[in-house]
């Protein structure tokens, strides 16, 4: 059972450049979450999905976009990258109820 | 507004010492609590969590909170702390929409 996977885990974009980044689930979860993780700031939401077909925007969502097309998959894009986007993101799942969320490993981006 | 406080950025304890990590929420009414932590490059890991019910909640690697409604806190605490503990640990709290909204972290580190 894999969990929650990100790919990449390492990426270098330079400003203005674009990028996809992938996650994906095999747990069958309903809700799916990206968070930023930036020093001494803990994890901001960017944005959220409580299903296929249905997204919305969390504490950080300005230069990223969302879609979920399926359930197992949720990936998040950068549309024009920016050095304020370097930080580390994370790709979260978890079954309906509240039972907590499952965590990729991370991807570490950055910016230059 | 949905908040959690974790008023300690770094934390130094003996190895064998007792440990206790504390989490303030602000909520309108009864949160989902959870604390999870994170070793060096790595994602996060549950380490436990509160719904309800029986306020002192166990959790994995030998670790304990505590939900106290009148202080609005959910500390975590282990008797002894083994040098593999040394890591960061987040509290967080899940708003209605079934999103974690996360405290800034607290750093553990453990000396010989």
């Known amino acids: 059972n894999a969990g929650v996977t990100q790919t990449p885990k390492f990426q270098v974009l330079k400003t203005g450049q674009s990028m996809t980044l992938q996650c994906a689930q095999d747990m069958n979860h309903e809700y799916m979450s990206w968070y930023r993780q930036d020093p001494g700031m803990g994890l901001r939401l960017i944005h959220y999905s409580v299903g296929a077909g249905i997204t919305d925007q969390g504490e950080v969502p300005n230069g990223y976009n969302v879609s979920r097309s399926t359930t197992e998959d949720f990936p998040l894009r950068l549309l024009s990258a920016a050095p304020s986007q370097t930080s580390v993101y994370f790709c979260?799942?978890?079954?309906?109820?509240?039972?907590?969320?499952?965590f990729g490993s991370g991807t570490r981006l950055t910016v230059v | 507004a949905q908040s959690v406080t974790q008023p300690d950025i770094h934390i130094t304890v003996s190895e064998g010492a007792s440990l206790e990590l504390r989490c303030n929420y602000s909520y309108g009414a009864t949160p989902y609590l959870f604390w999870y932590v994170q070793s060096p490059g790595q994602g996060l890991q549950l380490l436990l969590k509160?719904?309800?019910?029986?306020?002192l909640v166990q959790g994995i690697k030998g670790f304990e909170a505590e939900f106290k409604r009148s202080q609005s806190s959910f500390n975590l605490r282990k008797p002894s702390v083994h040098w593999s503990d040394a890591a960061e640990y987040f509290c967080a709290s899940q708003t209605g929409a079934n999103n974690l909204f996360f405290g800034t972290g607290t750093r553990l580190t453990v000396i010989p």
């Open positions: 509160y719904f309800s019910g029986d306020t």
């Open positions: 979260a799942s978890s079954a309906s109820g509240g039972r907590g969320y499952t």
